[in-house]
């Protein structure tokens, strides 16, 4: 059974970074694609950003890209989004996600984690 654990929200100042961590197990690693969404109240489930089995091609929306890096070590079977220069527009609920490609829409992902919460103050 897949697991994914998401760790390292928290409640941060516009402008400051966090890193967000998500420890798979139960897969074959290096298979799957790795993604991160989000969600805010009231609103839908957003992509963030996607990265190949290989660690090799990543992916992000237009809202994050240049501010935020997805990577991932296969030695600890784990994934993660660094995110710098945050803004209030980033607070969401962060999910990691699991599937078979890197797709960058909810249903390319199988396997999803119980999320972690990020708030950005202005």
């Known amino acids: 059974q897949v697991r994914l654990v998401e760790s390292g929200g928290g409640l941060v100042q516009a402008g400051a970074s966090l890193r967000l961590s998500c420890a798979a197990s139960?897969?074959?690693?290096?298979?799957?694609?790795m993604g991160w969404f989000r969600q805010a109240p009231g609103k839908e489930r957003d992509f963030v950003a996607a990265i190949s089995g290989s660690g090799e091609t990543t992916y992000y929306a237009d809202s994050v890209k240049g501010r935020f890096t997805m990577s991932r070590t296969r030695a600890k079977n784990t994934v993660y989004l660094q995110m710098d220069s945050l803004k209030p527009e980033d607070t969401a609920v962060y999910y990691c996600?699991?599937?078979?490609?890197?797709?960058?829409?909810?249903?390319?992902?199988?396997?999803w984690g119980q999320g972690t919460q990020v708030t950005v103050a202005s």
């Open positions: 139960g897969l074959t690693f290096v298979k799957f694609a």
């Open positions: 996600a699991a599937g078979l490609v890197a797709g960058q829409d909810v249903s390319s992902f199988g396997s």
